[in-house]
């Protein structure tokens, strides 16, 4: 790996599809050694510290113990969640589109280290190209020796399945996606028990995002060290950002985790649209937080944003240039969350469609200094009410919002 443009999406685009060519560029060494040490594999993983890319950025190793440690009942189950739909996030399909391989090795180099030996891709249906690139490379990959190998060192067969998911936004949650693999409506679960111990069909269950799988085979080929030098500390590895909004080259980047905002945006990005002055970056897709242009140099990784604050979530960074309405966007985006709200929590069901219904009347000049502080109270009450983290994502939205911009929210109220 001489530069850092072939960690995850290889400067050649057709080595992706095409298994001989990703097998040639050393497609296939992180299996082998796994198949010979799966715990050395997990101590890696350890070691590198690589975390959850989904969003929640939780130390992988600990999913991975968990797992390894329970026995079959009478099976394990791995979970490759592509049920990429946040606003913003173009990760993970470019993934699956472009190096397809590249993904189902580090799904059963984790399979290997943690016994699972039914493995799940789980995927956006309305990804058309992800998923007919997936189900090309599984039907490789099942005509190969390589899943023999795989299948041996497991010591029993090791099946892949490719499933659309249901199409909806909280579908992308893990105890939701375990519901729909079931064949039920994907209601998230009530958590404990976790998925580790109690999963899919009640099988120990381990759930891992796309572009956390895709970083597994180059930690275990190249080793942690190398892995953790390719960050910005405290970050480790290499982060993929989906840049967009008011930017003249929106695209998705991978750069070392830890890079700036401001890199991001004026060096990657090349800067605003028109020369317009920064006003505000949704990060994470807008189910996270929102910086101003005081936090432009602020590191990209998981650390350094929760100690603003701020929440990495899946990298998605939507940028907004003066003279674009913040109570109107983040209206704009209430809406979205209230439509996506499964109903199953009557905190998330009515929260946030009364946020959105205020939202609409502050945006309309319709509203009053009363709604204004019944939106700072559901903001006080609501964080942590829901099975999952829908409602508490939208209440910091909302509440960043109101850090940087509540003078906005008065103005619209006059």
Not at 142 to 153: G, N, V
Not at 184 to 213: D, S
Not at 330 to 340: D, I, L, P, Q, T
Request: aromatic share 6%.
């Amino acid at each position: 790996m001489e530069s850092l443009n072939t960690i995850l999406l290889h400067p050649d685009r057709r080595i992706g599809a095409d298994m001989e060519r990703w097998r040639k560029a050393g497609g296939g060494q992180a299996l082998a050694r796994a198949a010979v040490d799966p715990a050395a594999v997990r101590e890696a993983i350890r070691e590198a510290d690589l975390r959850g890319l989904g969003g929640s950025g939780f130390p992988v190793w600990r999913k991975w113990d968990a797992v390894a440690a329970e026995s079959p009942k009478p099976d394990k189950y791995l979970v490759v969640n592509g049920n990429e739909d946040e606003p913003g996030t173009y990760k993970d399909r470019l993934l699956l589109e472009e190096t397809p391989h590249q993904v189902i090795e580090g799904a059963l180099v984790a399979a290997l280290a943690t016994g699972a030996n039914r493995v799940v891709f789980y995927v956006n249906p309305d990804l058309a190209l992800s998923l007919a690139a997936l189900k090309t490379a599984i039907e490789l990959w099942q005509a190969s020796e390589l899943l023999d190998l795989a299948s041996t060192a497991l010591g029993r067969p090791l099946e892949l399945t490719l499933l659309p998911g249901s199409g909806h936004y909280i579908g992308g949650e893990e105890t939701a996606a375990m519901e729909w693999i079931e064949g039920r409506f994907p209601f998230p679960r009530g958590k404990p028990p976790y998925p580790a111990q109690v999963g899919v069909h009640g099988c120990p269950t381990l759930i891992n995002n796309v572009e956390t799988l895709a970083q597994v085979s180059h930690i275990v080929a190249h080793g942690a060290e190398w892995f953790r030098s390719l960050g910005k500390a405290p970050g480790t590895g290499t982060k993929l950002y989906s840049l967009s909004g008011d930017v003249l080259y929106p695209a998705v980047y991978e750069l070392p985790m830890g890079t700036t905002l401001r890199e991001l945006i004026f060096v990657h990005g090349g800067g605003l649209l028109s020369g317009k002055p920064l006003k505000a970056v949704f990060t994470g897709g807008p189910s996270c937080t929102l910086l101003a242009p005081v936090d432009l140099d602020v590191a990209l990784d998981f650390d350094s944003l929760r100690a603003r604050g701020g929440s990495l979530g899946t990298g998605a960074m939507i940028v907004i240039s003066e003279g674009t309405g913040i109570v109107k966007r983040v209206a704009e985006y209430m809406r979205f969350f209230a439509h996506s709200s499964c109903g199953q929590c009557m905190s998330c069901k009515t929260g946030t469609a009364t946020m959105s219904l205020l939202l609409d009347r502050i945006d309309t000049g319709r509203g009053t200094a009363a709604d204004l502080a019944t939106l700072e109270n559901l903001c006080a009450m609501l964080p942590g009410t829901g099975r999952c983290h829908l409602i508490t994502g939208v209440v910091q939205l909302l509440d960043s919002s109101f850090r940087h911009f509540k003078h906005e929210y008065r103005q619209a109220l006059r």
